[in-house]
């Protein structure tokens, strides 16, 4: 498999594979990119950030407190579409937890009119 390490700027592209039951990451620099590059492999994963309706209609955007499994990604956009959170929130405020029992929570980071 190639991938491109997402974990800095410097992007190094990555091989992958699996030889006798050991995954083998190619192309990193450091170590992060090894780590990044298995998980790729076995169970890649994203954070996710997206928008929130308060009960005013303004709208507040949010991001999960840590990635989630690339495949459950639809699941969990549309678990905060269907959200709407208070109109006092604020940068930081989690108004969810532990969504789809990803370990995930929802927290806000910004506010817009
Ligand atoms: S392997 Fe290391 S240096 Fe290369 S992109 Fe990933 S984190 Fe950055």
């Known amino acids: 498999m190639n991938t491109i390490c997402i974990k800095?700027?410097?992007?190094?592209?990555?091989?992958?594979e699996e030889r006798d039951g050991k995954i083998i990451v190619n192309?990193?620099?450091?170590?992060?990119?090894?780590?990044?590059?298995?998980?790729?492999?076995?169970e890649p994963k994203r954070a996710i950030t997206s928008l929130v309706r308060?009960?005013?209609?303004?709208?507040?955007?949010?991001?999960?407190?840590c990635d989630v499994p690339k495949d459950r990604i639809k699941d969990v956009v549309e678990f905060i579409g269907g959200l709407t959170v208070g109109d006092g929130v604020r940068i930081g405020d989690v108004v969810a937890t532990d969504v789809l029992g990803l370990g995930a929570d929802i927290v806000i980071?910004?506010?817009?009119?």
């Open 27 to 42: 192309g990193n620099t450091c170590k992060r990119g090894e780590l990044y590059g298995a998980e790729e492999y076995r």
């Open 109 to 113: 980071t910004g506010r817009r009119n």
């Open 54 to 65: 308060t009960k005013s209609g303004e709208v507040a955007s949010v991001k999960t407190s």
């Open 8 to 16: 800095c700027p410097m992007g190094c592209p990555l091989t992958v």
